[in-house]
């Protein structure tokens, strides 16, 4: 059996034997739901909750090694514990406390790794959320993954105003764009329903265009904006979504990057756009520059707009959230494919 593969039954045991609720993330996660790759650690989420981390932390010191000094605040600042196996592999245990990372571990499934090697692994659409990070208060979709061309950061309807379905009428603005590589090869935007407005970072011209999500379609063909959106800066974009009484909606978008801006409206018919269910921050490509975003506002028509603001970091693996800002109340959103959660 390989080496990985029986560190993590150890771990997984480790964890049974106490009753944790717990998923096995990363590497062996991508290896099954995936193409095979190299991996050299074992990545964990271990649901901790908040203010509640230290015992969890005191019985793994007790019978793993630590990688860093002072493992214990480090894993209390930065919620994740780095740990040493016997043999000297690496072990990355996160201290899950977030909606997202609840329902991970309650979405897993028990997968046979290798012949008798049962392993509780992330489900494959909670695994394409853990490819986001931020960094600097930008959140940075990856390039360059062969597996994963559609990555999405999803505000569910539901969730942020309590209905199935945004208002027939709202704004959104956003800052976006891409790093240098690939210009052309992938693509940024905001989706509306089914309906993703994007543009091509680095291409000349931009290529702004406008696709349905679930198959790609063009609705409005690579379009020239006038200027060539520069790879490495962030443009500005505002939708202005208004939904008909014949339930077509129609689309005003204007990007612009300081200087030069380009506008174009369209007509989308409902059966195009389907529901105003949830809107996305979107990269799509399998290959070339990461995707950045900053400064996301949706406004619904209620006094206050709610503003990505300060974004704040969890060093877990590759899993991370992004904090909203409505008034002095904090709001931290949480993608997966098809949903998206968020804590007050």
Not at 118 to 137: H, N, P, T
């Amino acid at each position: 059996m390989n080496e990985l593969t029986s560190l993590a039954l150890e771990l997984q045991s480790f964890c049974e034997q106490r009753n944790w609720r717990f998923c096995l993330i990363g590497g062996l996660a991508v290896q099954h739901w995936g193409e095979p790759r190299f991996t050299k650690d074992v990545d964990m989420t271990l649901l901790t909750g908040f203010g509640n981390e230290e015992p969890f932390i005191a019985e793994w010191l007790a019978s793993y090694k630590s990688r860093v000094p002072d493992p214990a605040s480090f894993a209390l600042c930065n919620r994740v514990l780095l740990l040493r196996s016997s043999s000297g592999i690496g072990i990355d245990i996160a201290l899950g406390a977030l909606p997202f990372e609840e329902s991970a571990i309650a979405h897993a499934k028990r997968i046979e790794l290798e012949p008798g090697a049962y392993l509780r692994i992330c489900s494959a659409e909670d695994l394409i959320v853990m490819k986001a990070s931020v960094s600097g208060g930008i959140l940075r979709m990856a390039g360059n993954h062969p597996n994963d061309g559609d990555q999405r950061l999803l505000l569910d309807a539901e969730r942020v105003t309590g209905r199935e379905v945004f208002p027939d009428a709202f704004q959104i603005e956003a800052r976006l764009g891409g790093n240098p590589g690939g210009e052309g090869a992938y693509h940024v935007g905001v989706s509306v329903g089914n309906v993703r407005v994007l543009f091509h970072p680095g291409y000349p011209s931009g290529g702004f265009r406008i696709e349905r999500v679930d198959n790609h379609w063009p609705l409005i063909g690579n379009t020239a904006m006038g200027f060539d959106p520069p790879a490495g800066k962030l443009l500005r974009l505002h939708l202005d979504v208004q939904r008909r009484p014949s339930g077509d909606v129609e689309i005003q978008a204007v990007l612009s990057n300081g200087g030069p801006t380009f506008r174009k409206s369209v007509v989308l018919a409902a059966g195009e756009i389907g529901k105003l269910d949830h809107i996305g921050l979107d990269r799509s490509g399998r290959t070339g520059g990461d995707g950045l975003f900053d400064d996301f506002v949706l406004h619904l028509g209620e006094p206050r707009p709610w503003r990505a603001s300060g974004s704040i970091q969890c060093t877990v693996s590759t899993l991370r959230q992004t904090c909203f800002h409505e008034g002095n109340a904090q709001r931290c959103s949480y993608q997966s494919s098809k949903k998206c959660f968020r804590s007050r």
